[in-house]
C-alpha cells in the first residue's frame, strides 16, 4: 500500500507495531511494507485457531502473535509506536474499550491506523460484496459471533473525531476505478458461485426451520440478483491518526 508507505516515511525506523484482531495477520504485511526497519509487530487476536494459522505465514523473528483480547491489552501505557487495527471495529461487541485501550497503550506522538472496508458511495458492482458481506454479518450474529454492519464513511470520520487523536490523513484504495481495469465477469461470477455456497453451507446448519428458509430465500434473492451484476470488492478506508503529545492536551485544554 503505497500511500500508506508515503504517509509514514517520516516516521522513526525503530518502531514497535501491534496489530488488533490481526486474524491470519494479513495487514501485517501491509506493515511490514509500511515500517521498514521495525523492531517488533505484535499481532493479537480473540482466536488461538486463527493466531495458530498466521504464525506458521510469518518466519521473521520480530513477529509475535498473542491470544489477547482488544479490550484489555496486556500491554504498558505509552508502550507502543504504531497500532493498527484492519476489518475488526464492525466486530467488536465492545468497540469504546478497545479504543480507549488503544489511546492507553500508544505512545505519545504515536500513529493509530484504521483501515475498514466501507459500505456507502460503492458502485453497483461492490455493493454486491457490500450485501454479501451484510448477510455473513446476520449470520455469524446468529451463531453468537460479534458481525455488524460495515460502517460509512462518514461513521468512520465520526468513531475517530470521538477520540482523542489527531487525524492527520485519509486515503481509499481498492475503488470502482482500480478493479474495473480488470474487470472480468467469469471470474466474478465463479467468486460468486463459491461465496454462495459457503454461505449456504452455513445457513443449513441454522436448526430452526422458519429461520433457515427466510435465510434460503435471502440468499436465492442475492443469487437472482447479483449474478447479472458481477462483484468488485467493496473500497477500503484507511485513517491515519496521531496520538498528541500530553503537552498539546495542556495547551488545548488552557492548562499552562
Ligand atoms: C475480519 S477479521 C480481520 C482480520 C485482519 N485484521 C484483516 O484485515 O484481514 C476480524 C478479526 O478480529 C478478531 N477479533 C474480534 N474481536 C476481537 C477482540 N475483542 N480483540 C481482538 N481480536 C478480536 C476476530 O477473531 C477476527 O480474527
Given at each position: 500500500m503505497d500511500k500508506l508507505k508515503e504517509i509514514l516515511s517520516g516516521e522513526p525506523k525503530d518502531l514497535r507495531a501491534l496489530d488488533i484482531g490481526t486474524g491470519v495477520g494479513n495487514f501485517i504485511e501491509v506493515l511490514q511494507d509500511s515500517l521498514p526497519g521495525y523492531i517488533s509487530i505484535i499481532g493479537v487476536d480473540t482466536s488461538k485457531e486463527i493466531l495458530n494459522i498466521a504464525a506458521e505465514r510469518f518466519k521473521d523473528g520480530r513477529i509475535k502473535f498473542m491470544h489477547m483480547d482488544g479490550e484489555n491489552l496486556e500491554l504498558e501505557n505509552n508502550s507502543i509506536d504504531v497500532?493498527?487495527?484492519?476489518?475488526?471495529?464492525?466486530?467488536?461487541?465492545?468497540?469504546?474499550?478497545?479504543?480507549?485501550?488503544?489511546?492507553?497503550?500508544?505512545?505519545?506522538?504515536?500513529?493509530?491506523?484504521?483501515?475498514?472496508?466501507?459500505?456507502?458511495?460503492?458502485?453497483?458492482?461492490?455493493?454486491?460484496?457490500?450485501?454479501?458481506?451484510?448477510?455473513?454479518?446476520?449470520?455469524?450474529?446468529?451463531?453468537?459471533?460479534?458481525?455488524?454492519?460495515?460502517?460509512?464513511?462518514?461513521?468512520?470520520?465520526?468513531?475517530?473525531?470521538?477520540?482523542?487523536?489527531?487525524?492527520?490523513?485519509?486515503?481509499?484504495?481498492s475503488t470502482h476505478e482500480e478493479q474495473e481495469k480488470s474487470e472480468n465477469l467469469e471470474e466474478e461470477k465463479a467468486i460468486l458461485d463459491q461465496v454462495f455456497q459457503a454461505l449456504e453451507l452455513k445457513i443449513n446448519k441454522i436448526n430452526d426451520m422458519v429461520i433457515r428458509g427466510k435465510y434460503l430465500k435471502a440468499l436465492e434473492g442475492l443469487r437472482n440478483e447479483l449474478y447479472s451484476v458481477g462483484i468488485f470488492s467493496a473500497t477500503e478506508l484507511v485513517i491515519v491518526c496521531r496520538k498528541r503529545h500530553s503537552l498539546d492536551f495542556s495547551l488545548t485544554e488552557g492548562g499552562l
Open positions: 497500532i493498527a487495527i484492519s476489518n475488526t471495529l464492525h466486530h467488536l461487541p465492545n468497540r469504546e474499550k478497545v479504543l480507549s485501550e488503544i489511546e492507553r497503550v500508544l505512545k505519545p506522538k504515536g500513529i493509530f491506523i484504521i483501515n475498514e472496508m466501507i459500505s456507502d458511495n460503492q458502485s453497483e458492482k461492490q455493493l454486491s460484496h457490500v450485501k454479501i458481506h451484510h448477510l455473513q454479518g446476520e449470520l455469524d450474529t446468529l451463531f453468537g459471533m460479534c458481525h455488524d454492519r460495515t460502517f460509512t464513511e462518514q461513521e468512520l470520520i465520526d468513531i475517530v473525531d470521538s477520540l482523542s487523536l489527531e487525524k492527520i490523513d485519509m486515503f481509499k484504495y
